[in-house]
C-alpha cells in the first residue's frame, strides 16, 4: 500500500485538502467497521459460534494484517526495532487504550469461558516474548536476537491456538444457537435485525462483508494517518512525538474503530476477543513472522533496538496485561467489567505515551 499511497501523495495538497480527507478517511472508517461487525454477528450466529470467538480469531486476524507486513517489511530491512516495537506496541495499545475506552463507554460483557481460556494465552505468550527477549540479551549480551528458530516456534503456537480456539468454541456452555445476544436479535435501540440479516444471507455473503470491510478499514486507516502526519507536521509538531504517538496508534486504528463499533452496536463481546486476539497475533504472529523473515537484533552497531525497549516497552507490556488480567478476576465474578476498569488501563497508557517522548 505504501508503493501505492506514500506520504509524498499529500505533500501538494493544501491543508484544507487534508482536512476534507480526514474527515473522508473518518466517514469510511465509521461505515466499514459498521460493515464488518454486521457480517461477523451475522456469521457467528449462521455458524453457531460465539461473538467473543470470531473477535478472537477471524476478526483479529485481519486486523493484525497491516501490523505484520509492516515489522516482516522492516525485518526484511533490517529495521529490527520497528518489527518489534510494532508487535510489542500495538499490545500496549490494544489493551490500553482500545479496552480502557470500552470498559468506560459501557459495561462490556465477561465470557468466564473465553476469559479463563483465551485470556491466559494472552499473558502466557506476553510473558514467553519477555523471557525469550530478556533470556538472549542476558546470555549474548549486544549480540542477543531473536533467530528464524524462535520465530517458528512463534508460528507454531499460532497454529495450536487457532486449533484450540475452534475446539473450545464447540465446546462453549452456550451452545452453538445460544450465542446470539439480545443486541443481534436487534433489541437494542435503533439497530437493525442482525439475526433477521444472518437467517436472509448465505454465509459466503455474510464473510463477504468481513472482507470487504476489513479491506476498507485498512486503506481508510492508512489515509487517515498520512494525512493527519502531514498535518502535524505542518503545524509544528515534532517529528518525534508524530513517531511516537500518531503513527504508533495509526497501527491499532483497524482494532479501535472496529471496537468502539462493536460496542456502540451492542456487539461487545467482539471487542474483548478481539483485543485478546489481536494480543495474542501481535506476540505469535507479527513477531513469529517478522522473526522468520529475518533474525530481530536487540542491539546492533545502528542501534536499531535501542535499550527503551528492555527498560520501557517490555515492562509497559507485562503491566498492563497484568492489570487487565485483575480486571478479568473481577469481572468473571460478576459477569461484566465495570466502567472504572478503564481508568488504570488509560493511565497506563497515557502515562506510557509520555515516557516515550521524555525518553527519546
Not at 505468550?125 to 516456534?153: D, F, H, K, Q, S
Request: proline share 4%; aromatic share 8%; hydrophobic share 55%.
Amino acid at each position: 500500500m505504501e508503493h501505492l499511497i506514500g506520504p509524498e501523495t499529500f505533500t501538494p495538497l493544501s491543508s484544507w485538502i487534508l482536512i476534507l480527507v480526514l474527515i473522508a478517511s473518518i466517514f469510511f472508517l465509521v461505515k466499514a467497521a459498521d460493515l464488518l461487525v454486521e457480517g461477523a454477528s451475522g456469521l457467528a450466529y449462521r455458524l453457531g459460534i460465539p461473538q467473543v470467538i470470531v473477535g478472537a480469531t477471524v476478526i483479529s486476524l485481519g486486523t493484525t494484517t497491516p501490523e505484520c507486513a509492516v515489522s516482516v517489511m522492516a525485518a526484511w530491512s533490517g529495521n529490527s526495532g520497528l518489527a518489534l516495537g510494532n508487535a510489542v506496541g500495538s499490545v500496549i495499545a490494544d489493551t490500553g487504550l482500545i479496552f480502557g475506552l470500552g470498559c468506560l463507554i459501557k459495561h462490556l460483557t465477561a465470557d468466564r469461558f473465553v476469559l479463563n481460556r483465551q485470556g491466559w494465552i494472552q499473558v502466557s505468550v506476553a510473558v514467553l516474548l519477555a523471557l525469550l527477549c530478556y533470556g538472549t540479551w542476558i546470555m549474548n549480551g549486544e549480540y542477543a536476537a531473536l533467530g528464524r528458530p524462535v520465530g517458528l516456534l512463534l508460528l507454531l503456537l499460532l497454529a495450536g491456538y487457532l486449533c484450540v480456539s475452534v475446539r473450545w468454541a464447540r465446546n462453549h456452555p452456550q451452545g452453538m444457537r445460544g450465542v446470539v445476544s439480545e443486541a443481534m436479535a436487534g433489541k437494542a435501540p435503533g439497530l437493525p435485525d442482525t439475526k433477521e440479516v444472518a437467517r436472509r444471507e448465505r454465509p459466503i455473503w455474510l464473510l463477504a462483508r468481513i472482507l470487504s470491510g476489513l479491506i476498507i478499514v485498512i486503506f481508510a486507516s492508512h489515509i487517515l494517518i498520512l494525512a493527519v502526519s502531514e498535518l502535524v507536521l505542518r503545524w509544528g509538531v515534532p517529528q518525534v512525538v508524530v513517531a511516537s504517538t500518531i503513527v504508533a496508534l495509526g497501527t491499532s486504528t483497524p482494532e479501535l474503530v472496529i471496537g468502539l463499533a462493536s460496542v456502540f452496536k451492542g456487539h461487545d463481546e467482539i471487542l474483548v476477543g478481539n483485543v485478546i486476539g489481536a494480543d495474542i497475533l501481535n506476540i505469535l504472529f507479527v513477531t513469529g513472522a517478522s522473526a522468520v523473515a529475518s533474525p530481530l537484533f536487540m542491539f546492533d552497531q545502528q542501534a536499531q533496538v535501542p535499550a527503551i525497549f528492555l527498560i520501557l516497552h517490555l515492562p509497559v507490556m507485562l503491566l498492563i496485561l497484568g492489570i487487565f488480567r485483575l480486571c478479568i478476576f473481577d469481572a468473571s465474578k460478576r459477569g461484566r467489567f465495570s466502567r472504572w476498569m478503564g481508568i488504570p488501563l488509560l493511565t497506563v497508557y497515557v502515562v506510557y505515551s509520555v515516557l516515550q517522548y521524555v525518553v527519546s
